[in-house]
Every structure is written in structure tokens, then in C-alpha cells.
């Protein structure tokens, strides 16, 4: 269950009278657009509503005259299949600058300068967007405001997305610990166990984590490891 104050309204007209329940607005749209979500996550309570704003609650011959049931989650599901999420101006620029932050945080992550090989900052990336005039729809999914703010920025920075393979060495005293915490930040693509115990792999990252990558290993190994980008 999610908490009243995180939830929107989700409304939807049979006949002449409107029926609304209280959902959690990231996984309602998640469930529109057909994702696996469990309704019981994302309802705020198991109430169908005439007026959620005002706590009215829908006559129940009402909600059996329209949906020929009392399930509050079959009834759910088909207010968020077939009706509209009702957004009040705070909660849709709360989620507009969430989904904002999601779309820098991908792109600077995974896209690189192709010219240098180096990732953009966050920072840069947002001038662009500002420059572009990208509009970030609260109601699309982070993955398709990515693919829409790439198409508005290439014309202004050189960007692109690409992932890479580094080269590792690990001293023995540190390889068993190191292992672990690499394969969370990668793709180990080959590896192989030394005799003396040092471990040496290829491990694939996006590009644009390649200095939290560097980082990482420095800190695992307190500078001791070896690394090559192929």
C-alpha cells in the first residue's frame, strides 16, 4: 500500500457517474502502460470513490451497475486501463523533476563524448536540455524521455551511447572481496584465477561510469590493481 499523501487519483466515467481510486502515480502508469505491477503495491487503500477528494465513497449498486463486481481490485484495474490519472499542479511538477533527474542520471551514466571518449557530466547535460527546450511529460516512462532528450541534444553536444571494456588485474589479497563488488558496477565478459591467486578479467561497463569504474578499483585495492581499456 502506498501512503495518502503520495497517491493521485485515478478517474473513470461510466454512464454519468464517475468512479476514482487512490493509486501510487509512478506504478499506475507503470500498470497502463501494461507492465507487471501488483495493484495491492500501488493502491493507497481498497476503496472505490465517487469523489476521492472529499472522502465520497461510490454507492455500491453503483459500482455493480458499471463493473457487474464489488472487487475493489478488479474494479481498480479497470479504472487504470481505461481512465485518466488526475494530477494536481504540485504533484505533477514534484514528478516532472523527479523524471528529470532519472533522464540526466541515465544519459550521464551511459553516454560518452565520442570526440574525447569521456563522459558528460550531469550538469552539462542539463544545460543542454534547457538549451533544446526539452519537455519532460511526467506521464512517459524515463525510458522514453531518454530516447527523446538524446534526439534534442545531439545537435548541441556531441553525445552518444557506448559501453567499454577495461582489463583488470587483481592482487591475490584482494581479488576474492573485489570480485563481488565488480560484478554489481559490470559485465564480467572473460575471467580467469592466476596460480599466486591474483584474479584478471574483462569487464564491461557504460562508458559513462568509467571514473566511478577506476575509482572503485583504486579503493578495492588500494591502488595496487592494474587496468587497461581495450
Known amino acids: 500500500m502506498v501512503s495518502l499523501d503520495e497517491a493521485v487519483t485515478a478517474r473513470l466515467k461510466r454512464g454519468?457517474?464517475?468512479?476514482?481510486?487512490?493509486?501510487?502515480?509512478?506504478?499506475?502508469?507503470?500498470?497502463?502502460?501494461?507492465?507487471?505491477?501488483?495493484?495491492?503495491?500501488?493502491?493507497?487503500?481498497?476503496?472505490?470513490?465517487?469523489?476521492?477528494?472529499?472522502?465520497?465513497?461510490?454507492?455500491?449498486?453503483?459500482?455493480?451497475?458499471?463493473f457487474e463486481t464489488t472487487d475493489p481490485l478488479k474494479i481498480a484495474a479497470m479504472i487504470l486501463k481505461s481512465g485518466e490519472l488526475q494530477l494536481t499542479a504540485d504533484q505533477r511538477k514534484r514528478m516532472i523533476e523527479e523524471k528529470k533527474r532519472k533522464?540526466?542520471?541515465?544519459?550521464?551514466?551511459?553516454?560518452?563524448?565520442?570526440?574525447?571518449?569521456?563522459?558528460?557530466?550531469?550538469?552539462?547535460?542539463?544545460r543542454a536540455m534547457e538549451e533544446a527546450k526539452v519537455h519532460i511529460d511526467p506521464l512517459k516512462s524515463v525510458d522514453q524521455l531518454v530516447n527523446i532528450t538524446m534526439k534534442a541534444i545531439r545537435p548541441l553536444i556531441p553525445i552518444r551511447f557506448e559501453e567499454i571494456n577495461i582489463a583488470v588485474k587483481i592482487p591475490p589479497e584482494y581479488a576474492p572481496k573485489a570480485?563481488?563488488?565488480?560484478?554489481?558496477?559490470?559485465?564480467?565478459?572473460?575471467?580467469?584465477?592466476?596460480?599466486?591467486?591474483?584474479?584478471?578479467?574483462?569487464?564491461?561497463?557504460?562508458a559513462g561510469v568509467q571514473t566511478d569504474f577506476y575509482a572503485l578499483i583504486n579503493h578495492l585495492t588500494k591502488g595496487e590493481a592494474q587496468t587497461k581499456l581495450l
Open 16 to 66: 454519468n457517474k464517475h468512479f476514482e481510486v487512490l493509486v501510487e502515480p509512478e506504478g499506475a502508469l507503470a500498470y497502463k502502460r501494461g507492465e507487471d505491477v501488483n495493484l495491492e503495491d500501488i493502491l493507497a487503500v481498497e476503496t472505490i470513490f465517487e469523489d476521492a477528494s472529499r472522502g465520497d465513497r461510490a454507492a455500491e449498486s453503483d459500482i455493480v451497475n458499471a
Open 103 to 126: 533522464v540526466i542520471y541515465t544519459i550521464s551514466r551511459n553516454a560518452i563524448n565520442p570526440q574525447t571518449k569521456a563522459p558528460h557530466p550531469p550538469a552539462r547535460i542539463e
Open 179 to 206: 570480485y563481488g563488488e565488480i560484478s554489481r558496477i559490470g559485465s564480467i565478459t572473460k575471467e580467469e584465477w592466476q596460480p599466486d591467486g591474483s584474479w584478471i578479467a574483462v569487464v564491461r561497463i557504460p
